[in-house]
């Protein structure tokens, strides 16, 4: 079939005006998408800084010092915005888990050398995780916290 020339102009006019709002929208997703995710990123890094202060070292032994921080509020219940801890050794095994996971757990990573963010569920919800390694004083990697 062929377009006379007031039906090209406005096809062309209408794909151009669709492509543009396809590239709008595009651009304003990605960066909602990847500012929601730096700031819950930091976020995480916040919490781990504040939990690896906890930690006093014997050896190649980890000793939970100052427990009142790992009982605050944020770790006790879900809530809209939870905060979850999860300390793991090396082979996986559980070694301290925040009281707001109840009975759950999150995957471990074996051999993670540096921190990771991913998406994960906990009870049908959307959860963002950090994992982070445990490094001690002689440069071991101990465990991983999440």
Do not use: C
């Amino acid at each position: 079939m062929k377009l006379t020339f007031q039906n090209r102009i406005a096809l062309f006019n209408t794909l151009a005006a669709a492509a543009a709002t396809l590239l709008v929208f595009l651009v304003v997703y990605a960066v909602v998408y990847f500012t929601a995710y730096h700031h819950l990123d930091e976020d995480i890094r916040q919490e781990q800084e504040e939990i690896f202060s906890n930690l006093l070292w014997r050896g190649d032994s980890i000793v939970i010092n100052r427990m009142p921080e790992w009982e605050e509020q944020e770790h006790q219940q879900v809530e809209v915005n939870p905060t979850f801890l999860q300390i793991t050794d090396t082979q996986g095994n559980l070694r301290f888990r925040s009281a707001n996971l109840q009975k759950d757990f999150f995957l471990f990573i074996p051999g993670l050398e540096k921190e990771a963010f991913l998406n994960s569920s906990l009870n049908g919800q959307r959860v963002r995780l950090g994992h982070f390694p445990i490094i001690n004083a002689t440069g071991k990697n101990t465990g991983q916290l999440v």
